[in-house]
């Protein structure tokens, strides 16, 4: 195991190895400039020893042999929109951005993949595909700033899960490199692969606890011609759940289906005009993707859904200009959160669809237990719940009650049946409670997969499970 | 290790065991009744020690402590339709069969979760869920008379993996018994879940190697309100495979996109009367799905791209009934072989979508230089290709010409960047050539992955990687 105090210092030749490979540019170990590696979007901050940026596999190789011969810790990130502090490096280690691998190494229009370094930005590489014709699906709210390395390491979602998957489904094959320096390259080029272990998706998820990831051979599907969608508010949200259910029953599948409940539709109401009346207790915000004639009817018949749902609001947007607005709305609710309180504790709780409402209800009592306003939207589709739960950290006694609220929520998604995370993973955020989530013969055998792959433990340490 | 010869027999206490465990009608031992338990739809035999039925997990759990402790190999089986030998008991050990597991134990409409032993036959779920409006769309060619068990073990493709996806992305949680009894449950009835390694998909297709996976959780989808297909014969194989490249410019993803060559139309055309022109050299049969009115529209789309690629036929069915002959044209394939020859074997390689037309050519070309027939077929779509190399094993020389015509074929597929097996798995047939696709630190990490998992090795002993 790697020191699990933060006393560990660069040696003098562990300093060298780093500047002779990766040159004096990309080799960083001044507060100055590496501060700001230590941390990511949740604000937690450990000071990396050293901060590197390879610029190819070969240097990724040296990078990962020395590291296990020092047993250095290793943390690669990319942007750092992680926001459970997978990216901290805490015990003391080097880090190492990938923004440096940022090539599309290849699209093939004829295969439908796509070969990408991980330093890549979704949304950059979404634009440049979309272009020939072909659709990447995942589309985590990070898509803009968020790289595909940090989109696989974490199995993003996004709200097109629901009728798309998340990024597992969409990797076919990578490149790992191992606490050693070996690479393997396990799926390929082809759509299905059902040779040997799934090392594709074991990989995928595992928050860079298990190998450095240095390229990935992407899915792709053909572009639908087109999207459409509908903003629908209600008076009451046992109403919102009830249309969710009644659009399913009608067996329409819709690309996205997200929620956003009072709290969050008076936030977002303090940014901007709001297209709801006061009354509106939740808005769902949906959209069909498909063929322009097939879509017209299928709007059609989610209308005819809809109309029987008792809206109290129906907003329509047909084609990606008219829909805009709509979807402006969805993503003004992180910055109008902070209209409510200057600091969050944000979760992202994935439910079995049946327990929504109950745990929605619950939530906001434990909210108003708490004093606090706590902000409820996101996946309603997939039963993956965004709680923002707003506070004043600068308040220790707000702070406290904040952190209290928390873990009610997690203890209660648990009672449910649920999962402490759909998307974004474990990190710092939760590594205190997975143990209520996994059972003990579950940690053995992922810490028994771990060894095989990292057997001094190097790999983003202190994280997960 | 377990014993790696088949010399082991069973002591008189296992059999007491086994007997006292699983009462008389569910321990069997004589060869009579034992026999076809050795042997699947590879038609490969090994015979079994001995053959229990459990009823329930209380029995598997003791089952798996027991052969922990006196490392008997464990074969899971259910109906035995693998095609390569993953049944097969060798080396000799205990063959354990789902088939008393047969229970459907919650189908749940609101959290679109259906909860099933590993025994329940994969289309008898699906009826049983399409009556409440649900859907699980995984359709392997043998959906009616395998289980899902062994769906899973397998992580079984099909026909609507185009647009769906495979097994894999319908299992959200299971329970896993280990060597040694213990049980452990990953996953759960949430749609998303990224808490911990992804252990769900490593049990997915792992081929009864880590394992006995004694209940699985799966994600259902709305059903599509309707479907529609056409079968579209060309003169030449370019022409079928521009089609297909056609209809993903259009944007459409199909349901389904299957296909087959001139040497499969000339059998299917001894057992049926065949709709197509005697000049045709490939038929797509594809299939949408929608709601009515979409599908509509999606079909004309469908039609006006198909007709711009010169079509020597094509024909239409709207919905099931008129679907119903198109697709009996699939399914009479693997009988229809068999008036080719009395003998096949079997290979489902999947390539880079791009690489098919060389492939199929050459795999012609294989098949001439072998004096032998060999029938192609499969899911375009996806790039998977169904093999049969169609011979008469009666005459030794004939199979040796046969077996070293599949070498060829899977030499050319490596080549080409694709895999050995794109949903029927390793089983006996590939364990031979499967360090021919994985390297061997993937071989060692999937070591090290089993070794957790199974640390005697006692799994379904012999078979994969």
């Given at each position: 195991?790697?020191?699990?105090?933060?006393?560990?210092?660069?040696?003098?030749?562990?300093?060298?190895?780093?500047?002779?490979?990766?040159?004096?540019?990309?080799?960083?170990?001044?507060?100055?400039?590496?501060?700001?590696?230590?941390?990511?979007?949740?604000?937690?901050?450990?000071?990396?020893?050293?901060?590197?940026?390879?610029?190819?596999?070969?240097?990724?190789?040296?990078?990962?042999?020395?590291?296990?011969?020092?047993?250095?810790?290793?943390?690669?990130?990319?942007?750092?929109?992680?926001?459970?502090?997978?990216?901290?490096?805490?015990?003391?280690?080097?880090?190492?951005?990938?923004?440096?691998?940022?090539?599309?190494?290849?699209?093939?229009?004829?295969?439908?993949?796509?070969?990408?370094?991980?330093?890549?930005?979704?949304?950059?590489?979404?634009?440049?595909?979309e272009k020939q014709g072909l659709f990447y699906p995942p589309d985590p709210a990070?898509?803009?700033?968020?790289?595909?390395?940090?989109?696989?390491?974490?199995?993003?979602?996004?709200?097109?899960?629901?009728?798309?998957?998340?990024?597992?489904?969409?990797?076919?094959?990578?490149?790992?490199?191992?606490?050693?320096?070996?690479?393997?390259?396990?799926?390929?080029?082809?759509?299905?692969?059902?040779?040997?272990?799934?090392?594709?998706?074991?990989?995928?998820?595992?928050?860079?606890?298990?190998?450095?990831?240095?390229?990935?051979?992407?899915?792709?599907?053909?572009?639908?011609?087109?999207?459409?969608?509908?903003?629908?508010?209600?008076?009451?949200?046992?109403?919102?759940?009830?249309?969710?259910?009644?659009?399913?029953?009608?067996?329409?599948?819709?690309?996205?289906?997200?929620?956003?409940?009072?709290?969050?539709?008076?936030?977002?109401?303090?940014?901007?005009?709001?297209?709801?009346?006061?009354?509106?207790?939740?808005?769902?915000?949906?959209?069909?993707?498909?063929?322009?004639?097939?879509?017209?009817?299928?709007?059609?018949?989610?209308?005819?859904?809809?109309?029987?749902?008792?809206?109290?609001?129906?907003?329509?947007?047909?084609?990606?200009?008219?829909?805009?607005?709509?979807?402006?709305?969805?993503?003004?609710?992180?910055?109008?959160s902070y209209q409510i309180a200057p600091d969050k504790i944000s979760d992202d709780?994935?439910?079995?669809?049946?327990?929504?409402?109950?745990?929605?209800?619950?939530?906001?009592?434990?909210?108003?237990?708490?004093?606090?306003?706590?902000?409820?939207?996101?996946?309603?589709?997939?039963?993956?719940?965004?709680?923002?739960?707003?506070?004043?950290?600068?308040?220790?006694?707000?702070?406290?009650?904040?952190?209290?609220?928390?873990?009610?929520?997690?203890?209660?998604?648990?009672?449910?049946?649920?999962?402490?995370?759909?998307?974004?993973?474990?990190?710092?955020?939760?590594?205190?409670?997975?143990?209520?989530?996994?059972?003990?013969?579950?940690?053995?055998?992922?810490?028994?997969?771990?060894?095989?792959?990292?057997?001094?433990?190097?790999?983003?340490?202190?994280?997960?499970?």
């Amino acid at each position: 195991m790697p020191n699990s105090n933060d006393t560990r210092t660069l040696a003098k030749d562990e300093r060298r190895f780093l500047r002779d490979t990766f040159g004096e540019g990309d080799a960083l170990f001044d507060a100055e400039s590496t501060c700001v590696f230590g941390a990511d979007a949740y604000r937690n901050f450990a000071p990396p020893l050293a901060v590197v940026r390879p610029a190819g596999q070969e240097q990724v190789r040296e990078l990962m042999a020395w590291a296990q011969k020092v047993r250095m810790p290793i943390y690669v990130r990319a942007r750092g929109t992680n926001v459970v502090g997978s990216c901290v490096p805490r015990p003391a280690g080097v880090v190492v951005s990938t923004l440096k691998m940022n090539r599309i190494i290849d699209v093939d229009a004829e295969d439908f993949v796509a070969v990408v370094e991980p330093g890549v930005i979704t949304g950059d590489l979404q634009k440049h595909i979309e272009k020939q014709g072909l659709f990447y699906p995942p589309d985590p709210a990070s898509v803009k700033i968020s790289t595909i390395g940090g989109n696989v390491a974490t199995c993003a979602g996004g709200m097109r899960a629901l009728k798309y998957g998340v990024t597992r489904e969409y990797v076919l094959g990578l490149t790992a490199v191992l606490p050693g320096g070996e690479a393997i390259h396990p799926g390929g080029r082809t759509h299905k692969n059902v040779v040997g272990l799934d090392l594709v998706r074991l990989l995928v998820g595992s928050e860079g606890s298990l190998a450095f990831i240095s390229d990935i051979t992407l899915k792709l599907l053909p572009k639908p011609e087109s999207t459409a969608s509908l903003l629908v508010g209600y008076v009451q949200l046992e109403q919102a759940l009830s249309a969710a259910r009644a659009i399913f029953a009608a067996g329409i599948l819709p690309a996205a289906m997200e929620f956003m409940t009072r709290e969050t539709l008076a936030a977002v109401g303090k940014v901007m005009t709001a297209p709801w009346p006061d009354t509106t207790e939740a808005a769902l915000l949906i959209r069909l993707d498909g063929s322009r004639d097939a879509l017209a009817a299928d709007l059609k018949r989610l209308k005819n859904v809809l109309e029987k749902t008792g809206p109290a609001s129906l907003d329509t947007g047909l084609g990606p200009e008219e829909e805009e607005p709509l979807w402006e709305i969805r993503r003004m609710i992180n910055p109008a959160s902070y209209q409510i309180a200057p600091d969050k504790i944000s979760d992202d709780i994935t439910l079995p669809r049946a327990k929504i409402l109950e745990c929605l209800v619950k939530i906001r009592e434990v909210g108003r237990g708490a004093g606090l306003t706590i902000l409820t939207f996101g996946h309603l589709g997939d039963g993956n719940i965004h709680v923002n739960i707003m506070h004043d950290a600068s308040d220790p006694q707000e702070r406290g009650r904040a952190v209290d609220a928390k873990e009610r929520v997690l203890a209660l998604t648990l009672s449910l049946g649920g999962s402490l995370s759909g998307e974004h993973g474990v990190g710092l955020a939760k590594a205190a409670h997975v143990h209520k989530q996994l059972g003990p013969v579950e940690r053995r055998l992922m810490a028994g997969v771990k060894h095989a792959f990292d057997p001094l433990g190097i790999m983003n340490p202190g994280k997960g499970w």
